[in-house]
């Protein structure tokens, strides 16, 4: 264990650029919204102020909007495809570049335990009272932009914002984005095989397809002849679902970030231990904006009544899992993936059916010797070596470990951790693994998988 600790601790000290971590050499040489966000708690154990860093930093490329972008590009602009110059966002002389959409909102949720677990409990307060409003206007924007009907699901419109991009559950909806027709863009999908950055780091099998590809940069072109207008987007894209796995993220963090509100304004329920000393120590400025933090406990508390009045939609009976929904043409996408169980993270299931859904994982695992496969390994879409096709992550595992955990399964939870450690202790830190062989696929040295089990590691060894 002991040596796993130090090569995480390795990995993530080589991938710091000092406030932000790529998420793996060569291949991410950029920083990413939600590996960021996990790669804060890996920080937290060796340096706590770098871990705040790590978070704050994000918020450097926030949007007017309060959109919060996928990729800050942080380094010269040709390492990466698609670079700044294809996704053509509005540019700002105190912004990063930056991509044009957004990643799964955990960030309230990592907030949260880095406010709770501190050690230095005056900065954590500080830094949730100055982080806290930006965490606000991001889901803020979301539901605005991506939920105008307010059914209480926010869309996705691009499957990288998913974060699971190349699950075979956008792949229906993706095929019918239209290729742009005009000279600029076409220029840009003729020249897609060279322009691919991605395969001369990883072998093909393991990457997306060029016609995937070629839907994904096609997105982008669209969302540019948008001028990524938010509502515009958000009305006229050619690919919106509403993501399981993506809105159950959101639910969870809301969940955190009422949490949070209540603490640093002193509400009804207070989490985490912060004494009087850690309330004396902020100064006027941070407790003006913790008075006005009061007035968002209203509206958090509404968008989880109004997303758990939603949530039944996604139920689907027959394959034991929560399915995304495609917003247009109104059907449910039964295609049966890891984002599907992840409404255990967000505790939205009852008793009964998380029964159900730890069932649907342990009958995964009677067909694989690594848990938790990113697809049901008996559907046909399921490719055990193309990324979130098959192959497991450490980030899916570890959010479902201690989901399963919570509800009260132990046996189930051990196998998940026993599984990850087994597949990082044999094949070190990598992007995922292959769930029948364990053999490890895609970037090495992957940031993430370090912090998260270096997080992990020390969790369980309390
Ligand atoms: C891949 C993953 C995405 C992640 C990114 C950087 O694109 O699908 O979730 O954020 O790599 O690690």
Redesign the pocket.
């Known amino acids: 264990m002991n040596q796993l600790v130090d090569e995480a601790i390795r990995v993530l000290r080589a991938n710091d650029r000092g406030r932000f971590t790529v998420?793996?050499e060569g291949l991410?040489p950029h920083q990413?919204?939600?590996?960021s966000a996990w790669i804060a708690l890996g920080w937290r154990h060796l340096h706590e102020a770098r871990a705040w860093q790590e978070l704050e930093s994000l918020f450097d490329a926030q949007w007017p909007d309060g959109m919060l972008p996928?990729i800050l590009f942080r380094e010269d602009s040709t390492s990466y495809f698609p670079g700044p110059a294809v996704w053509g966002t509005p540019t700002h002389p105190s912004r990063p570049p930056s991509s044009g959409i957004t990643?799964p909102p955990v960030l309230a949720t990592v907030l949260r335990r880095l406010y709770e677990e501190s050690l230095d409990k005056a900065r954590a307060r500080t830094m949730a009272v100055r982080l806290l409003p930006r965490v606000l206007a991001f889901h803020r924007w979301l539901y605005r932009v991506r939920d105008p009907q307010g059914t209480g699901l926010v869309a996705i419109v691009h499957p990288?914002e998913s974060?699971?991009?190349?699950s075979p559950a956008w792949d229906e909806a993706l095929l019918r984005v239209p290729l742009p027709e005009d000279p600029d863009s076409r220029q840009v999908l003729d020249s897609l095989q060279e322009a691919r950055r991605d395969l001369r780091h990883v072998d093909g099998s393991q990457r997306p397809t060029d016609q995937e590809y070629q839907r994904y940069i096609a997105l982008v072109l669209h969302f540019r002849t948008f001028r990524y207008d938010g509502a515009r987007v958000g009305r006229e894209a050619p690919f919106q679902v509403v993501d399981a796995g993506f809105n159950a993220l959101l639910h969870r963090a809301n969940r955190d970030l009422l949490a949070l509100l209540r603490a640093v304004t002193g509400g009804s329920r207070p989490v985490g231990d912060e004494g009087d000393e850690a309330q004396r120590s902020t100064g006027d400025h941070a407790e003006d904006s913790a008075a006005n933090l009061h007035g968002a406990i209203r509206e958090v508390e509404g968008w989880l009544a109004r997303a758990e009045a939603a949530w039944p939609r996604l139920w689907n009976d027959e394959l034991g899992l929560y399915t995304s929904l495609d917003r247009i043409t109104g059907r449910p996408i039964p295609v049966p993936t890891a984002g599907g169980l992840l409404p255990l993270f967000a505790g939205l299931p009852d008793g009964e059916r998380a029964r159900r859904l730890v069932a649907t994982i342990q009958a995964w695992g009677r067909h694989c010797r690594f848990l938790v496969p990113t697809t049901a390994p008996e559907h046909p879409s399921f490719d055990p070596l193309r990324?979130?096709r098959g192959p497991v992550w450490v980030v899916t595992n570890r959010l479902l470990w201690e989901a399963v955990r919570d509800y009260g399964h132990e046996e189930p939870a051990r196998r998940i951790a026993h599984d990850t450690f087994a597949l990082v202790q044999k094949e070190g830190f990598r992007?995922y693994y292959h769930p029948e062989t364990g053999v490890g696929l895609g970037g090495r040295g992957?940031s993430?998988s370090a912090a998260l089990v270096l997080d992990w590691a020390v969790q369980t060894s309390r």
Do not use: K, R, T, V
């Open positions: 998420p793996s991410y990413w919204l939600w590996d996928h990643q990288w974060g699971m991009d190349n990324y979130w992007e992957f993430w």
